[in-house]
């Protein structure tokens, strides 16, 4: 472990994170400190350090730099490669990196109840716990819209893909984006309402024949139901 090249990734600190979150076992914190104990709030420095300490018993990271026992929703402290932290620099910087991205996506929100209300003090949202029971960032559905999209009956996944990740770009402010990605999902439904009046008229077994003029023969039903 010592002489690991590669730091971790965004998206591994991310899982990380997100699972250390979710984490109610009392051996990755010196303290035997988890989330759920404080009603999944704490500080910054509480989720970096048992997010550290995840990765120590995953083996991703070293333990040659003892985790520091500190009290919950303390302040914190500076991070320094190989003084105070198994984290390398890098990683570091990722950690605040992916903190952000929780907090952009609606999964945190600073404060914490009988605390403060600001930063590092953070609480995880209602749409945040969903998300760490899933380990994945979830789109952030404010209205309920993607949940009467599913409650459709026999809605095709890949629309119901394409208007996730079109709730996915209208959060990020890429609305052309998500214009597009709607639109992906109308194309789907139209290809499958061709599909199936295709099948339809398959199924018929009336003949009909067109004009002269006109560029398709073949099996078609004339009856209106």
């Known amino acids: 472990m010592e002489n690991r090249i590669l730091p971790l990734s965004t998206y591994v600190i991310k899982n990380l994170m997100l699972e250390a979150l ?4 009392s051996d990755i914190d010196p303290a035997g400190n988890y989330f759920k104990q404080y009603g999944y709030a704490g500080t910054q420095d509480d989720l970096f350090r ?11 990271v070293s333990d040659n730099v003892p985790l520091n026992r500190t009290a919950w929703g303390c302040f914190g402290r500076n991070l320094f490669e190989g003084y105070n932290t198994n984290f390398k620099r890098i990683e570091i910087e990722r950690l605040f990196e992916t903190f952000g991205i929780l907090f952009n996506q609606n999964i945190i929100a600073q404060g914490m109840y009988r605390n403060s209300s600001f930063f590092p003090f953070f609480h995880v949202t209602d749409h945040g716990l969903e998300c760490i029971k899933q380990k994945e960032i979830l789109p952030y ?37 998500a214009t597009i990605m709607i639109g992906l999902s109308a194309e ?20 009909l024949t067109t004009r002269n003029n006109f560029s398709y023969q073949g099996d078609c039903d004339r009856q209106v139901e």
Not at 53 to 59: D, E, Q, S, T, W
Not at 189 to 207: H, S
């Open 188 to 207: 789907k439904i139209v290809l499958d309402l061709i599909e199936a009046f295709k099948t339809y008229l398959k199924n018929k077994k009336t003949r």
């Open 141 to 177: 559905d404010f209205d309920g819209y993607l949940s009467q999209i599913r409650n459709v009956q026999d809605i095709d996944r890949w629309v119901l893909h394409y208007m996730s990740e079109a709730v996915r770009c209208f959060n990020s402010g890429c609305y052309n984006a």
């Open 50 to 60: 048992l997010t550290e300490g995840l990765a120590i018993k995953k083996g991703l």
């Open 22 to 25: 979710d984490y109610t076992e």
